[in-house]
């Protein structure tokens, strides 16, 4: 049974930063890929950030440069640093995982998804 659970997230102001945290059990974070989605009212899901078995990572746009996605295969932790952050960042933020080495940001490559936890940028 595979359980991932964020925590981290917060109100912060525009400019500030917050690290994300998933810790997952069931499951092998260095055999496979993870990824990081956020989801705003009235939209769609979005892919953030996303991190392949190999190392390889990904972003979306809006992020690149302000955001870095790591993952901790010895702690089973996938993390996402969020930085300059803005007010359009908001949102609830999951964490993903999937069943393959490379995922990219296509939610439908992912399996397992956390509860989300709730990013406030003013």
């Known amino acids: 049974h595979v359980q991932l659970v964020e925590s981290g997230g917060g109100s912060v102001q525009a400019g500030g930063s917050l690290r994300l945290s998933c810790v997952g059990s069931?499951?092998?974070?260095?055999?496979?890929?993870m990824g990081w989605f956020r989801q705003t009212p009235g939209n769609q899901r979005e892919g953030v950030a996303a991190?392949?078995?190999?190392?390889?990572?990904a972003y979306a746009d809006s992020v690149k440069g302000r955001f870095t996605v790591a993952k901790d295969s010895d702690k089973n932790t996938l993390y996402l640093q969020m930085t300059i952050l803005k007010p359009e960042d908001s949102g609830i933020y999951y964490c993903?995982?999937?069943?393959?080495?490379?995922?990219?940001?296509?939610?439908?490559?992912?399996?397992?998804w956390g509860q989300g936890t709730q990013v406030t940028v003013s």
């Open positions: 993903a995982a999937a069943n393959l080495w490379s995922c990219g940001l296509g939610q439908e490559r992912y399996n397992y």
């Open positions: 991190a392949d078995s190999d190392g390889r990572v």
């Open positions: 069931g499951y092998d974070f260095s055999m496979h890929c």
